[in-house]
């Protein structure tokens, strides 16, 4: 199990907190269809690309990624951060004072990190007000709108380029640009992603591997292995080891 890194679900906030420690991180190029990630670095360095821009990130200090924008994110050397997962769907409902009093609760409590800053603190209200607040992503094409949504909420349907192309009236190598143009990621890394996000969502409610490889829409055990890792950063079976629901109050 990699011991650097926890994953939590508040069911009170009804956000994930993601925390990794002394970690060294890469994550290549990827979008989060689903939510808002707030980053906080709490030491070490972090490169961000993403807009065309590469940025780095130290202890401190914040950044934001909304839903669909494709970017990657290396650690320079170790460095601890802590992510802040935000559903899109409800980030418009979202209590901000809610949320930043479960964050204070949970980093000084669960995770036993001290406190944040004034400046920290300020920082996290602006960017969940940005959340709250933020225009939903729209496509520009109807047909690949369509596409996206049903990849997006069932994933663990597999519909091969040539029938998604043919369903938009497009060439099937149009289409592939046209969706990359518009979502961030080739059609088949768009369901690959979202089939892992449905895994991590399930997770708790199978036992077994190769069941839930066919649940979200893999051919085999395998290549479920091999895909969530690339994705998440840890197999299976350390993601299930590190993760929590927490409901507890103050």
């Known amino acids: 199990m990699n011991k650097n890194s926890y994953y939590i679900y508040d069911k009170v906030s009804k956000t994930e ?3 990794y420690t002394d970690s060294s991180l890469s994550y290549p190029l990827h979008n989060h269809s689903s939510i808002f990630s707030i980053g906080i670095i709490l030491n070490g360095s972090i490169r961000l690309c993403k807009d065309g821009y590469s940025s780095i990130y ?4 914040i950044f934001i990624i909304p839903p669909y924008v494709p970017h990657a994110l290396y650690s320079i050397g170790k460095a601890s951060l802590l992510t802040i997962c935000i559903n ?3 980030a418009s409902e979202i209590d901000i004072n809610k949320i930043i009093n479960r964050i204070i609760f949970l980093y000084t409590k669960t995770f036993n990190l001290g406190s944040l800053s004034g400046t920290q603190l300020l920082l996290l209200a602006e960017n969940l007000s940005y ?3 933020f225009s939903a992503y729209k496509s520009v094409t109807p047909q690949i ?3 996206r949504q049903i990849l997006e909420f069932s994933p663990e349907i597999t519909i091969n380029i040539e029938k998604m192309a043919k369903s938009a009236y497009m060439s099937k190598y149009h289409f592939i640009r046209k969706f990359k143009k518009e979502t961030g990621l080739t059609p088949h890394q768009f369901q690959i992603q979202n089939k892992i996000r449905r895994a991590q969502r399930i997770f708790n409610n199978s036992e077994n591997l190769a069941e839930l490889a066919i649940e979200t829409g893999f051919f085999d055990q395998s290549h479920f292995i091999r895909y969530f890792k690339k994705i998440v950063g840890l197999t299976p079976s350390d993601y299930k ?10």
């Open 17 to 19: 907190l993601v925390l």
């Open 58 to 61: 130290t202890a401190g200090q």
């Open 88 to 90: 899109k769907n409800k």
């Open 131 to 133: 959340c709250k607040h």
């Open 145 to 147: 709108k369509e596409l």
């Open 241 to 250: 080891k590190s993760f929590k629901i927490v409901s507890h109050t103050f």
